[in-house]
Every structure is written in C-alpha cells, then in structure tokens.
T-cell receptor, first 109, second 114 residues
Framework: DAKTTQPNSMESNEEEPVHLPCNHS???????IHWYRQLPSQGPEYVIH???SNVNNRMASLAIAEDRKSSTLILHRATLRDAAVYYC??????????FGTGTRLQVFP | NAGVMQNPRHLVRRRGQEARLRCSPM?????VYWYRQLPEEGLKFMVY????????ESGMPKERFSAEFPKEGPSILRIQQVVRGDSAAYFC????????????FGQGTRLTVV
C-alpha cells in the first residue's frame, strides 16, 4: 500500500487556522487522498477526501498539490473540539484504509 | 439513518473464553472492515468483508480469530480462547464501495481480558 508521511504533532490556538501537511510521494493515479480524525476514546471520523482538485466541506478544506505528491488539510478556525489525531490515508482500488501514525493536534484556548 | 452500530461497547472476558463482537453497518453499505487498536497505539487493519465473502484478511491473526458478514444480520468478529494480549478496542467501519467513498466507523468495542 502507498504510504503517507505526517508530522507527529502540531499545536494551534483556538480560532486560528490550522494547516496539517501530508506527503505521499508514491501515490498512484487511482489513489484518493482521504483524511480521518480520531478524538479521544472515540472511533475515527471521516473528514474529507479528494483526487486532484481542492475540496471543501463543512468541516475542512483539502488542498492537493498539482503533482499530487502532497496535500494539506485546512481547518479554518480551530476549536477545542478539533483536538484529535488526524490521519492522511491513500485509498485505491484495494478499498481498505491503512492508518499510519497520524498527526496529534493540540488546540489551546 | 443510524450510523455504524457496534455492540457491546464494553466486554470483559476471562482468559480462555470466547468473545463475539457485533457490527451493524450503515443502511445500504455492503462493505465492512474491522480494525484493532491497542492502548496508545494506532489502528491496525484486520479484515475486509462484503456480504457473505471475505475479501481481505491479511491483518487477521491466523489462529483464534474469525470474521463473518452473513446475508442477513450483523458482521461478527469472533475471538476464541482469548488471551490478555487481545485486550484492545475493536472498531468496525462500513462503506458503499471503493476508493471514492468514505468509510463510517462505529464507536468500538473495548475488550478487556482478565
């Protein structure tokens, strides 16, 4: 399975934007870029996904590099509830999600 | 439309007993995945099933563990003769299909082996 690389941890203050990077230099043409997050003591939660174009939804935005070798999840205004581990995952035709170590986001009031 | 339902939420078993974990996927979803998460660790893929078929069990231990997703009813993850090392959170996810679809996760079953 193609792999992704994310920083182990990041910090943000409440109300500020957060940019979570992800590198996936071995991405194939059919891989979708998915983001999930896991809040403490809960199951993972879908955040957003995309293929080539940037994507926006009510939770976040996903910016995908032109060569698709990296992407950035953007939380426009971080809240305390956004403190979680964020996972960047490539999902292709094998259809299973393989989780890496993710980025632990801390949000300070 | 209820989300992915897992039960029980908490399960305590003595060493040597059997554990049965249930997962009801979201309505209309025919793909089910099971993951295990040890304390303070990441999620490890175990098995991927479609109705009545195991598609990928590459993450499943060869012994004591089995999974099914019958035509009717929930998906079941079964652990026979549990050992202390099986203590973990087990998460189930469901989706409608392949790469361009999101997966939805349940709240997990926390298994404790005493």
């Amino acid at each position: 399975d193609a792999k992704t690389t994310q920083p182990n941890s990041m910090e943000s203050n409440e109300e500020e934007p957060v940019h979570l990077p992800c590198n996936h230099s071995t991405i194939s043409g059919t891989d979708y870029i998915h983001w999930y997050r896991q809040l403490p003591s809960q199951g993972p939660e879908y955040v957003i996904h995309g293929l080539t174009s940037n994507v926006n939804n009510r939770m976040a935005s996903l910016a995908i590099a032109e060569d698709r070798k990296s992407s950035t999840l953007i939380l426009h205004r971080a809240t305390l509830r956004d403190a979680a581990v964020y996972y960047c995952i490539l999902r292709g035709n094998t259809d299973k999600l393989i989780f890496g170590t993710g980025t632990r986001l801390q949000v300070f009031p | 439309n209820a989300g992915v339902m897992q039960n029980p939420r908490h399960l305590v078993r003595r060493r040597g007993q059997e554990a049965r974990l249930r997962c009801s996927p979201m309505k209309g979803h025919s793909h089910v995945y099971w993951y295990r998460q040890l304390p303070e660790e990441g999620l490890k893929f175990m098995v991927y099933l479609q109705k009545e078929n195991i598609i990928d069990e590459s993450g499943m231990p060869k012994e004591r563990f089995s999974a099914e997703f019958p035509k009717e009813g929930p998906s079941i993850l079964r652990i026979q003769q549990v050992v202390r090392g099986d203590s973990a959170a087990y998460f189930c996810a469901s989706s409608q299909g392949v790469g361009n679809t999101e997966a939805f996760f349940g709240q997990g079953t926390r298994l404790t082996v005493v």
